[in-house]
């Protein structure tokens, strides 16, 4: 018999999934017990306490469907999802920011420059850059994959009224790995505030719902990794309190005033004069290539 009190509990529960095969999801089960473990000791867990967390998950699951998962918001929430982007960062390379639930595959390819304003209410703006190496050196075999919110802060999936695939695209970039996308403007718009992580966890703290407005990008170029990330607007009021934590330094740019018949007259913008926002993307070289 054994005898399985405090003192030995916590080795065995580690112990009894050494027999899994496969050594790194060995490695991740084996710590997370551990840790969990380790976590309920410190805070000397009661009953009522881990019925409590485990009533939570239960809610998180019964408002989940195959487009809302609570779960990607309670990663996104507890910095988990930001945590996991920045430690998958590179050196010299951009960094990676949140991925969010509103990417699907199968963006229409556009020709570019392009041109995403279509009938959407807003401020036109003009997102243009380049796609690079760490070095600087342009990467002409670049594409991207791009997707926003409208005027209302909705993106297309969840607003009837909005086209479908408004304002998002694929497009490639040119011989210098430069892009050019006319659009409106993001707006910031608030996290899924009708469930259990909001109702339970996030308001309870007395924490934000916004998102800080930004564009989504997914860079990918043969042999770098793959980048995710966003970019924000420098004058947005939530760039302190993004509920998300995925603002980072060099991913908030400027829209700045710009003389340019041309770039106006291509994109249909009245005037001389657009705002502009200047991207350098880095990627950096995947070393298993
Ligand atoms: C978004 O970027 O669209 C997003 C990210 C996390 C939670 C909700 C929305
Ligand atoms: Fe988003």
Same mark, same amino acid.
């Given at each position: &018999?054994?005898?399985?009190?405090? +003192?030995?509990?916590?080795?065995? $529960?580690?112990?009894?999934?050494?027999?899994?095969?496969? /050594?790194?999801t060995?490695? %991740?089960?084996? #710590?997370?017990?551990?840790?969990?473990h380790?976590?309920? #000791?410190?805070?000397?867990l009661?009953?009522?306490?881990? @019925?409590?967390?485990?009533?939570?998950?239960?809610?998180?699951? /019964?408002?989940?469907? $195959? +487009?809302?998962?609570?779960?990607? *918001? *309670? +990663?996104?929430?507890?910095?988990?999802?930001? %945590?996991?982007?920045? *430690?998958?960062?590179?050196?010299?390379?951009?960094?990676?920011?949140?991925?969010?639930?509103?990417?699907?595959?199968?963006?229409?390819?556009?020709?570019?420059?392009?041109?995403?304003?279509?009938?959407?209410?807003?401020?036109?703006?003009?997102?243009r850059?380049?796609?690079?190496?760490?070095?600087?050196?342009?990467?002409?075999?670049?594409?991207?994959?791009?997707?926003?919110?409208?005027?209302?802060?909705?993106y297309?999936q969840?607003?009837?009224?909005?086209?479908?695939?408004?304002?998002?695209?694929?497009?490639?970039?040119?011989?210098?790995g @430069?892009f050019?996308?006319?659009?409106?403007?993001?707006?910031?718009?608030?996290?899924?505030?009708?469930?259990?992580?909001?109702r339970?966890?996030?308001?309870? !703290?007395?924490?934000?719902s916004?998102?800080?407005?930004?564009?989504?990008?997914?860079? $990918?170029?043969?042999?770098?990794?793959?980048?995710?990330?966003?970019?924000?607007?420098?004058? /947005?009021?939530?760039?302190?309190?993004? !509920?998300?934590?995925?603002?980072?330094?060099? %991913?908030?740019?400027?829209?700045?005033?710009?003389?340019?018949?041309?770039?106006?007259?291509?994109?249909?913008?009245?005037? /001389?004069?657009?705002?502009? &926002?200047?991207?350098?993307? @880095?990627?950096? #070289?995947?070393?298993?290539?």
């Amino acid at each position: &018999m054994k005898n399985i009190d405090l +003192s030995n509990l916590s080795d065995i $529960a580690v112990q009894s999934f050494s027999a899994l095969e496969n /050594d790194r999801t060995r490695q %991740l089960v084996q #710590k997370l017990v551990a840790s969990l473990h380790e976590y309920a #000791k410190d805070v000397q867990l009661t009953h009522e306490e881990w @019925r409590t967390a485990l009533s939570f998950l239960h809610a998180c699951s /019964d408002i989940s469907s $195959a +487009s809302r998962s609570e779960f990607s *918001l *309670l +990663s996104d929430v507890l910095g988990v999802s930001s %945590l996991v982007d920045l *430690l998958a960062g590179k050196p010299g390379a951009t960094p990676g920011s949140v991925l969010g639930p509103f990417h699907s595959a199968g963006s229409p390819w556009l020709s570019n420059p392009v041109n995403l304003i279509a009938a959407n209410e807003g401020t036109p703006v003009v997102f243009r850059g380049r796609v690079c190496d760490v070095e600087g050196n342009p990467l002409p075999s670049a594409s991207i994959d791009y997707w926003q919110n409208a005027n209302n802060g909705l993106y297309w999936q969840v607003d009837p009224q909005q086209a479908t695939d408004n304002l998002r695209c694929q497009l490639q970039v040119d011989a210098q790995g @430069r892009f050019e996308i006319a659009t409106i403007r993001p707006v910031p718009y608030e996290i899924p505030t009708d469930g259990p992580v909001w109702r339970d966890l996030v308001q309870p !703290a007395h924490r934000s719902s916004w998102r800080a407005a930004h564009a989504h990008v997914i860079v $990918a170029a043969p042999t770098y990794v793959k980048l995710v990330t966003e970019f924000f607007d420098s004058e /947005d009021p939530y760039l302190e309190a993004d !509920a998300v934590f995925g603002v980072r330094g060099p %991913l908030v740019g400027t829209f700045k005033t710009t003389q340019d018949p041309e770039l106006c007259r291509r994109h249909g913008i009245e005037g /001389d004069t657009c705002l502009v &926002m200047d991207i350098e993307l @880095r990627l950096s #070289k995947n070393e298993n290539e």
